[in-house]
């Protein structure tokens, strides 16, 4: 039986799992979750992930949510390198850069997405830039973490790419997309480094599943 992702690829948390289950090549189904019809607060889906929330997912009995946990079972069940679950130091790595990603660059590229994609493009609105400079000044106190990190690592865990790294690539995605892309500019290693990410093979079938959803 074929595992199921609940959402749309738009959604940087479901094209997170997506591109897992592409590194290990398994059989899977995406299942669309509708929005504009609330389709995500129906009893049927919050069985499944119980905030309401995107992704859910499925593998025979087994049902799951958080994006980020999701990918580690993925990747877990097929011995996937991308964890690094044979050496404790190197998997140490990969959850403490998994969780700064979580944190310290996911949290502020939420924002800046919604202001600057989400809210003129699908709502109507207009981006409060007050909102989004707060947040674009968090974002360059993350890189200039992450600059001194890979000017020393070619990846967030080490000289690997690791999960870590994977899961940046859906909201960075974005951010070239953002009229705040000119911003990696200042940060040459950052900028090689996410160029690298999204020429990966699995990355770049997901980005066109992404933009087949947007």
């Given at each position: 039986m074929?595992?199921?992702v609940?959402?749309?690829p738009?959604s940087?948390?479901?094209?997170r799992?997506?591109v897992?289950?592409?590194?290990v090549?398994?059989q899977?189904?995406?299942?669309?979750?509708?929005?504009?019809i609330?389709?995500?607060?129906?009893?049927?889906h919050?069985?499944?992930?119980p905030?309401?929330?995107?992704?859910?997912?499925?593998d025979?009995d087994?049902?799951?949510?958080e994006?980020r946990?999701i990918s580690k079972?993925i990747?877990?069940?097929?011995?996937?390198?991308l964890v690094?679950?044979?050496?404790?130091?190197?998997?140490?790595?990969?959850d403490?850069?998994?969780?700064?990603e979580?944190?310290q660059?996911?949290r502020p590229?939420a924002?800046?997405?919604?202001?600057?994609l989400i809210?003129?493009?699908?709502?109507?609105?207009?981006?409060d830039d007050?909102?989004v400079?707060?947040?674009v000044?968090?974002?360059?106190?993350?890189f200039?973490?992450y600059e001194a990190?890979?000017s020393?690592f070619?990846?967030?865990?080490?000289?690997?790419i690791?999960?870590?790294d994977?899961s940046h690539?859906?909201?960075?995605y974005y951010l070239?997309?953002?009229?705040?892309?000119?911003?990696?500019?200042?940060?040459p290693?950052?900028?090689?480094?996410?160029?690298?990410?999204?020429?990966?093979?699995t990355?770049k079938?997901?980005?066109?599943m992404m933009?087949?959803?947007?």
């Open positions: 074929a595992m199921k609940y959402g749309l738009m940087t948390n479901v094209a799992v997506l897992c289950l592409e590194e090549g398994a899977y189904e995406v299942v669309p979750i509708n929005f504009s609330a389709e995500h607060k129906s009893m049927e919050t069985a499944r992930n905030f309401g929330q995107v992704p859910s997912f499925q025979g087994l049902i799951l949510f994006s946990a079972y990747l877990r069940k097929n011995q996937s390198e690094k679950e044979g050496e404790l130091s190197d998997s140490a790595m990969v403490m850069w998994l969780d700064v979580s944190h660059f996911d590229m924002v800046i997405i919604h202001q600057c809210v003129p493009m699908y709502l109507g609105g207009e981006t007050n909102v400079e707060e947040n000044e968090k974002l360059k106190k993350t200039e973490v990190r890979l020393m070619k990846y967030l865990a080490g000289d690997f690791s999960l870590a994977l690539f859906p909201t960075a070239l997309a953002t009229p705040h892309a000119s911003l990696l500019d200042n940060y290693h950052v900028k090689v480094w996410i160029d690298d990410i999204l020429a990966r093979p990355v079938k997901v980005v066109e933009k087949a959803t947007a």
